[in-house]
């Protein structure tokens, strides 16, 4: 099977990472981005180097989806260790693995330590549990892989307590713009439900609670989805099966082929399936459908369990990032609910794209204020924008300090604003190493590249900020430097121009002895990125 290009990338990332020294390594990959395909054919590689390997999971349906890909994808074949079978004595390299069995004493201490070589963790925001533990604990000289969907900044800390560094990420937003997963708009519903009575439990809001909560609504939200769901294919996620169940009946009467699924249900493979075929138009579920299961014709999600973990959420909504087609589906249409919380940490449809709290407040606020639904790239970047505004505005008087500061080597605060890169300015390290301070080759670095390096405190945030150099010199950006001599002078945004334009201006500038020629006005100049302004022509 040929790989999409970030699918090599991903493998090659991993598997670099394993030979760079660190043993415990992440991917991130969005639902629906194929990370099963990847972490297989980096099972195949290991396999081939004659290394045995062992993929946990906490739910057989991700064992069996592990089984079947592996096969069609490698030709290999596996063990299993489950209930009543093992992999001992048997001639395969490859085990899928159930935590469940495989924690137990009795069959874990038949293992000697070094069995296995390479551990792949399917849905690693798990493997922190005391059961995932006491598995990777025993065989604690293999490579382990953990594979997860977006994590947010909490969930990374946490993962970062185990796992040693993020081989590679690809994030909801590049996969779609890269055309391997459909545009997603979201619409939040007028309707306001009350959660403050709701109680946290294992760092997220208590199922029974949110029902309790939910239950007065039901017929109300299943009113509204007439309005929005009445010729998609939806599904719904709700807090408790019983609540799935009711909301399953009260569909039904409000018009909807409406059916539920649940881990009790004896017909659970049928009911997909008739789904999945056009018998149904709404599937309800109590949080069973979140991993392992695919429909891409699901063009519909609601989520009716509020949840304040990221991976979860982007978990729901992943059952409808499917491309389909064949179908006619061109995006996903989420809804969102006017949740009355205190709690300003509970997900919404900006959770899936933003990394700065910032932006994500006032993409949510955009998306509430318009009544209709909103593309969620195109209410990103607009949030971003303003975002940006504000902060440019609150950080002017620091920033023209920084700019007027006698010191030839740039600020990294003024770097990060010039070139609008928020992912840096709000960078919190997750790793251990990442937590250390600048090595010295890092610190040399850049001062090389023009940074002054007493203002970054941890490695983490050097190694970004020097991938990000090393990126911009690549594609010809600007320099720290040229950014500091011209916006010292006044101008703006220069982190966004090219290497060329900004050393044509500084070239006229010196000509000018050092002085900017009357005909510019900083202030006001600009350079979109890939358009040369009619006042830089002949240059």
């Given at each position: 099977?040929?790989?999409?290009?970030?699918?090599?990338?991903?493998?090659?990332?991993?598997?670099?990472?394993?030979?760079?020294?660190?043993?415990?390594?992440?991917?991130?990959?969005?639902?629906?981005?194929?990370?099963?395909?990847?972490?297989?054919?980096?099972?195949?590689?290991?396999?081939?180097?004659?290394?045995?390997?062992?993929?946990?999971?906490?739910?057989?349906?991700?064992?069996?989806?592990?089984?079947?890909?592996?096969?069609?994808?490698?030709?290999?074949?596996?063990?299993?260790?489950?209930?009543?079978?093992?992999?001992?004595?048997?001639?395969?390299?490859?085990?899928?693995?159930?935590?469940?069995?495989?924690?137990?004493?009795?069959?874990?201490?038949?293992?000697?330590?070094?069995?296995?070589?390479?551990?792949?963790?399917?849905?690693?925001?798990?493997?922190?549990?005391?059961?995932?533990?006491?598995?990777?604990?025993?065989?604690?000289?293999?490579?382990?892989?953990?594979?997860?969907?977006?994590?947010?900044?909490?969930?990374?800390?946490?993962?970062?307590?185990?796992?040693?560094?993020?081989?590679?990420?690809?994030?909801?937003?590049?996969?779609?713009?890269?055309?391997?997963?459909?545009?997603?708009?979201?619409?939040?519903?007028?309707?306001?439900l009350d959660l403050s009575g709701v109680g946290v439990q294992a760092g997220d809001f208590k199922s029974s609670d949110i029902?309790?909560?939910?239950?007065?609504?039901?017929?109300?939200?299943?009113?509204?989805?007439?309005?929005?769901?009445?010729?998609?294919?939806?599904?719904?996620?709700?807090?408790?099966?019983?609540?799935?169940?009711?909301?399953?009946?009260?569909?039904?009467?409000?018009?909807?082929?409406?059916?539920?699924?649940?881990?009790?249900?004896?017909?659970?493979?049928?009911?997909?399936?008739?789904?999945?075929?056009?018998?149904?138009?709404?599937?309800?579920?109590?949080?069973?459908?979140?991993?392992?299961?695919?429909?891409?014709?699901?063009?519909?999600?609601?989520?009716?369990?509020?949840?304040?973990?990221?991976?979860?959420?982007?978990?729901?909504?992943?059952?409808?990032?499917?491309?389909?087609?064949?179908?006619?589906?061109?995006?996903?249409?989420?809804?969102?609910?006017?949740?009355?919380?205190?709690?300003?940490?509970?997900?919404?449809?900006?959770?899936?794209?933003?990394?700065?709290?910032?932006?994500?407040?006032?993409?949510?606020?955009?998306?509430?204020?318009?009544?209709?639904?909103?593309?969620?790239?195109?209410?990103?970047?607009?949030?971003?924008?303003?975002?940006?505004?504000?902060?440019?505005?609150?950080?002017?008087?620091?920033?023209?300090?920084?700019?007027?500061?006698?010191?030839?080597?740039?600020?990294?605060?003024?770097?990060?604003?010039?070139?609008?890169?928020?992912?840096?300015?709000?960078?919190?390290?997750?790793?251990?190493?990442?937590?250390?301070?600048?090595?010295?080759?890092?610190?040399?670095?850049?001062?090389?590249?023009?940074?002054?390096?007493?203002?970054?405190?941890?490695?983490?945030?050097?190694?970004?900020?020097?991938?990000?150099?090393?990126?911009?010199?690549?594609?010809?950006?600007?320099?720290?430097?040229?950014?500091?001599?011209?916006?010292?002078?006044?101008?703006?945004?220069?982190?966004?121009?090219?290497?060329?334009?900004?050393?044509?201006?500084?070239?006229?500038?010196?000509?000018?002895?050092?002085?900017?020629?009357?005909?510019?006005?900083?202030?006001?100049?600009?350079?979109?990125?890939?358009?040369?302004?009619?006042?830089?022509?002949?240059?």
């Amino acid at each position: 099977m040929e790989l999409r290009p970030y699918q090599s990338e991903a493998r090659l990332a991993v598997e670099n990472d394993w030979e760079s020294g660190y043993p415990r390594t992440l991917l991130v990959l969005p639902t629906g981005c194929g990370k099963t395909i990847v972490f297989c054919k980096i099972i195949e590689d290991q396999v081939r180097l004659g290394r045995r390997a062992l993929i946990l999971a906490h739910r057989g349906e991700l064992l069996e989806q592990a089984a079947d890909k592996l096969a069609q994808t490698t030709g290999l074949g596996c063990a299993v260790e489950k209930a009543e079978e093992s992999c001992l004595g048997s001639w395969f390299r490859v085990t899928v693995g159930s935590v469940q069995s495989m924690t137990r004493e009795t069959r874990l201490s038949r293992f000697k330590e070094n069995y296995f070589d390479v551990i792949v963790v399917d849905e690693a925001h798990h493997c922190l549990t005391d059961s995932y533990q006491r598995v990777l604990t025993h065989f604690d000289g293999a490579r382990v892989l953990g594979v997860t969907a977006t994590p947010d900044r909490s969930d990374m800390k946490n993962l970062g307590q185990y796992f040693d560094h993020l081989a590679y990420e690809y994030t909801l937003p590049r996969a779609i713009k890269e055309g391997y997963l459909c545009p997603i708009k979201a619409v939040t519903i007028p309707l306001t439900l009350d959660l403050s009575g709701v109680g946290v439990q294992a760092g997220d809001f208590k199922s029974s609670d949110i029902d309790t909560a939910l239950d007065p609504y039901l017929f109300q939200i299943a009113e509204e989805m007439k309005n929005y769901c009445a010729d998609r294919k939806t599904v719904v996620f709700l807090p408790l099966v019983r609540t799935s169940q009711k909301f399953r009946d009260i569909l039904n009467s409000q018009g909807f082929r409406a059916a539920e699924v649940n881990g009790g249900s004896a017909e659970r493979s049928e009911i997909l399936r008739d789904f999945n075929d056009g018998k149904y138009n709404v599937l309800c579920n109590s949080m069973l459908l979140t991993e392992g299961w695919d429909c891409p014709s699901v063009d519909c999600v609601v989520v009716l369990r509020p949840t304040k973990v990221r991976s979860l959420y982007s978990q729901m909504v992943g059952r409808g990032t499917r491309l389909s087609p064949e179908t006619g589906k061109d995006h996903l249409l989420l809804l969102d609910f006017l949740w009355h919380t205190e709690r300003h940490e509970l997900c919404h449809p900006a959770s899936l794209i933003c990394e700065n709290e910032e932006v994500a407040k006032k993409m949510t606020e955009a998306i509430r204020a318009a009544g209709c639904p909103v593309d969620i790239e195109e209410a990103e970047k607009q949030a971003s924008k303003d975002v940006v505004s504000q902060r440019e505005e609150a950080l002017a008087k620091q920033l023209s300090e920084m700019r007027g500061r006698k010191r030839k080597l740039v600020d990294p605060l003024q770097f990060e604003m010039s070139i609008q890169a928020e992912d840096l300015s709000g960078y919190v390290p997750a790793f251990g190493w990442e937590m250390s301070p600048p090595s010295e080759a890092q610190v040399k670095a850049l001062e090389k590249y023009g940074i002054f390096p007493d203002e970054i405190n941890n490695a983490g945030k050097a190694s970004k900020l020097l991938d990000r150099l090393n990126k911009r010199r690549t594609e010809g950006l600007t320099t720290p430097k040229q950014i500091r001599f011209l916006e010292s002078k006044g101008f703006i945004h220069v982190g966004t121009w090219q290497f060329s334009d900004a050393k044509n201006m500084i070239d006229r500038i010196a000509a000018n002895n050092w002085r900017v020629p009357s005909d510019v006005l900083p202030a006001a100049f600009y350079i979109p990125p890939g358009l040369r302004p009619l006042n830089m022509r002949g240059a």
